[in-house]
């Protein structure tokens, strides 16, 4: 019974301890109809961006709560281009990859952000560009994932923010 006690102690104190080190964040997409490229082959351009909110939101709050423990990060996402472009097949299995090549174009998201400390004090605030020349050296080894360039931008720019 002692053991017992003990154990439920230590993860009490873990679960108080692991929940007040979790940074927050908050996102917000600004007139997401007309952002420059964002498409699935087997989605409406509406179902298309309800996808691209829910996994890039999920993709921030996730890097905020690794990177920026106790902080507020408040995001608002202004543009995105989508990493290369559409596939001319057929739709099909693959239907929602997108071809990057040498020709293809680098993921682009415009961004506006702050961050606050415990306090509520705004240490860093900014509105930045984001995008990645070499994303196709990073491609090749990830898991399949039509969003990974994106998702890969947002989690290297949140890990190099201001603390």
Known sequence: MRHYLIAAAFCACFAVWSTSLKASARVEYVHPESFTDVSFRSMT???AAARLERELTKTIQEAAAQYLSKYQLDVQIVDVAMAGREAFERPGFNADLRIRNQMGKPPKISVRYEIKDP???VIAKGTRV???LSYQLDYANSE???LYPEKQLLRRWIRDLPR
């Open 45 to 47: 351009h509406e179902a």
């Open 119 to 121: 306090r509520g004090h």
């Open 130 to 132: 984001l995008t990645d």
């Open 144 to 146: 399949i994932d039509a």
